[in-house]
C-alpha cells in the first residue's frame, strides 16, 4: 500500500495556531490530519502577516488535494522527506518543558 495515491478533498482549515491545521477527508471512513511541516515552506513564511493567512490562501474547503500514503499515513504528494543539515532554516513548534507539568506546546 506504500506509495498509493488518492484525492482527497480539504474538511477543515483552522487558522489558529495547531501542530495539525489542515484536515483532508481521503473516503467516507479516511481521514488525514497535515502538519505544519507537510502543509507549509520557509518561503511561505516570509512577507505573510499572519500563519492563518498563508493557510486560507493555499487551502480551501473543498478544494481538491493528491494524497500518497506515505509512512503509514495520507500526506500532500507534494511534501518530500527533506534531509536538513546544520544551518538550514525549518518551520517549528516551540514545545516548552516545565517540571512536575510536563511538556506544554
Same mark, same amino acid.
Given at each position: 500500500?506504500?506509495?498509493?495515491?488518492?484525492?482527497?478533498?480539504?474538511?477543515?482549515? @483552522?487558522? /489558529?495556531?495547531?501542530? /495539525? !491545521?489542515?484536515?483532508?477527508?481521503? &473516503?467516507?471512513?479516511?481521514? &488525514?490530519?497535515?502538519?505544519?511541516?507537510?502543509?507549509?515552506?520557509?518561503?511561505? %513564511?516570509?512577507?505573510? &502577516?499572519?500563519?492563518?493567512?498563508?493557510? /486560507?490562501?493555499?487551502?480551501?474547503?473543498?478544494?481538491?488535494? %493528491?494524497?500518497?500514503?506515505?509512512?503509514?499515513?495520507?500526506?500532500?504528494?507534494?511534501? &518530500?522527506?527533506?534531509?536538513?543539515?546544520?544551518?538550514?532554516? /525549518?518551520?517549528?513548534?516551540?514545545?516548552? @518543558?516545565? !517540571?512536575?507539568?510536563?511538556?506544554?506546546?
Amino acid at each position: 500500500m506504500e506509495g498509493q495515491e488518492a484525492e482527497g478533498i480539504v474538511t477543515d482549515v @483552522s487558522e /489558529a495556531v495547531r501542530s /495539525a !491545521p489542515v484536515v483532508v477527508q481521503i &473516503s467516507a471512513l479516511v481521514r &488525514s490530519q497535515l502538519n505544519f511541516s507537510e502543509v507549509l515552506t520557509v518561503a511561505d %513564511l516570509q512577507g505573510a &502577516s499572519s500563519i492563518g493567512q498563508v493557510l /486560507a490562501k493555499k487551502y480551501r474547503i473543498g478544494q481538491k488535494v %493528491l494524497m500518497v500514503y506515505r509512512g503509514g499515513r495520507f500526506v500532500p504528494k507534494t511534501s &518530500s522527506t527533506t534531509v536538513y543539515e546544520v544551518g538550514n532554516l /525549518a518551520v517549528v513548534r516551540f514545545v516548552k @518543558s516545565l !517540571p512536575g507539568l510536563g511538556v506544554t506546546v
